[in-house]
């Protein structure tokens, strides 16, 4: 790094020396050194729409155009753009103090946050541990799984594995990439990934069920299928089951079918394992319930749970992994810390930021209300787009809806990965005069191939927005379709 040492030198010295370093204001030469190249953005060979302003739903960019952001980033601007309320909560908190180190100091902001997290999950948890990103959170759920194991059943317990599920994403960090099944983005890294996790079947009624199967034969099936893998692997081995109430980028907003997780529930107690909720994509508010886990489809606490994406609405990179009182009591009677930690663990201003987002997710009728725009959302679009023949299924929870593409609707046939028709949805979305994102997806996995795209809008939109989000989305659905079957 650049700049003056001041190491060795007298406080009095040093507020001289800082006094001196008068920085000039930038003038619009600075323009001239902007490369916008020099960003790592994912693309290397594309310049991505440059953004310089927002309100609620729409994106402004430089050329003038504004763009329908009806997927939030990918489900993460749970209140739209610009909120006053969530920028005025930063502002008073920068006022206070931005940053302390953790293992030394808490703040305000932090035990706020965590009060209100362990408060909304009525007693199922009782700690939250929050970190920068739904990556962290599952290297901490990961972590924290064995921490458990081993403090419970001493130093030599044999549990280090997890099992998870094929079609499924976890984070992107080593760890956390290689708890999840997605083909495309663990295939560079395979060799650098613990062989130490192996996967079952997602719940997936629209490929997963076969014909005429109800719901409870299908539950039994996937529960038989988990308890096999338990026993393949040695149930004394695994730490936990790992797997998201309504998956998000990997399968495109796909719910669980009812007595799903309480059957998963079951099979993970029958082995003494941990289950470990990911509600980073679906979480905080996005299903019609604060946790996906409380909606009646799924209604089974787990015993670690990640959160991210919704949980600070982008206001600020904040994500959370909740412990409930089990893991807690554990730890706590133990060594008596979580042995893992991070330089910005609990951030001031992102504790602030995220507080203030869920004491407005928790205004009474916000939850109701997404369960309203949620059901409106899904009707309009099977209207616009239903009897289509190359839409496949639209599904989803409350603000979080998904749409799969079908190359053949009697049989479900997928479009050919290599058509990318979900990509090419997603970019004619980003061309005028359509300006809507629609969040692209291939649910792959030994073959199996799904495009989808999925929606995300905020908590906040009204019934007229749902109406513009459905009008954009299906015009650029079917002129795709249209221009290029
Ligand atoms: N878990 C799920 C279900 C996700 O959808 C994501 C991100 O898309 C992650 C974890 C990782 O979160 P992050 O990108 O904040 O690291």
Request: hydrophobic letters at 40%; one cysteine or more.
């Amino acid at each position: 790094m650049s700049g003056p040492n001041l190491n060795g030198t007298s406080t009095r010295a040093r507020i001289e020396k800082t006094a001196q370093m008068h920085i000039e204001p930038a003038s619009d030469e600075m323009v001239d050194v902007v490369d916008s190249k020099a960003v790592m953005h994912r693309t290397l060979l594309e310049q991505p729409l440059r953004v310089v302003g927002s309100e609620g739903l729409y994106l402004h960019l430089e050329n003038g155009q504004k763009f329908l952001d009806a997927t939030g980033g990918p489900a993460v601007a749970c209140l739209g753009h610009n909120n006053p309320i969530v920028k005025k909560a930063i502002m008073d908190q920068l006022d206070k103090v931005a940053y302390v180190g953790t293992v030394f100091y808490s703040t305000s902001a932090a035990e706020e946050l965590c009060s209100l997290l362990v408060r909304g999950t009525n007693g199922a948890m009782s700690r939250a541990f929050i970190c920068n990103s739904g990556s962290e959170a599952a290297e901490a759920a990961m972590k924290m799984a064995r921490q458990y194991f081993v403090e419970l059943e001493g130093p030599a317990t044999k549990r280090h594995r997890f099992i998870s599920r094929k079609q499924s994403y976890h984070g992107t960090t080593l760890g956390a990439l290689a708890l999840g099944g997605h083909v495309m983005r663990r295939k560079i890294y395979e060799p650098m990934l613990s062989p130490g996790i192996s996967r079952v079947s997602p719940c997936y009624a629209y490929r997963g069920k076969t014909e005429g199967e109800s719901d409870e034969a299908y539950v039994t099936r996937l529960a038989e299928e988990l308890d096999a893998e338990f026993e393949r692997v040695g149930p004394e081995s695994v730490c936990a089951f790992v797997a998201e109430p309504v998956v998000g980028a990997a399968l495109g907003c796909v719910p669980s079918v009812p007595g799903y997780f309480a059957a998963m529930r079951r099979v993970c107690d029958k082995h003494g394992a941990l289950l470990i909720a990911d509600e980073v994509m679906s979480g905080m508010g996005r299903t019609g319930y604060l946790h996906a886990w409380q909606s009646p489809l799924v209604n089974t606490a787990p015993d670690l749970q990640m959160i991210g994406k919704g949980l600070s609405g982008g206001y600020q990179p904040v994500a959370a992994l909740l412990v409930s009182p089990k893991v807690v009591n554990v730890l706590t009677k133990g060594t008596g810390a979580f042995s893992h930690g991070q330089t910005y663990q609990a951030h001031a201003i992102g504790c602030a930021a995220a507080a203030a987002v869920q004491k407005i997710i928790m205004e009474p009728n916000m939850m109701e209300h997404v369960r309203k725009m949620g059901a409106a959302l899904e009707k309009g679009l099977r209207e616009r787009l239903a009897d289509k023949w190359y839409i496949g299924d639209i599904r989803g929870a409350g603000l979080f809806r998904g749409i799969e593409f079908v190359m053949r609707k009697d049989d479900k046939t997928p479009f050919e990965i290599s058509r990318q028709v979900a990509s090419g949805v997603h970019k004619l979305g980003m061309q005028e005069p359509y300006l809507i994102s629609l969040y692209p997806g291939i649910g792959t996995v030994e073959g199996l191939a799904g495009d989808f795209v999925l929606l995300a809008p905020p908590y906040t939109v009204t019934l007229g927005d749902i109406a513009t989000i459905v009008e954009k989305a299906a015009h650029t659905i079917n002129t795709y379709f249209e221009r290029e079957f």
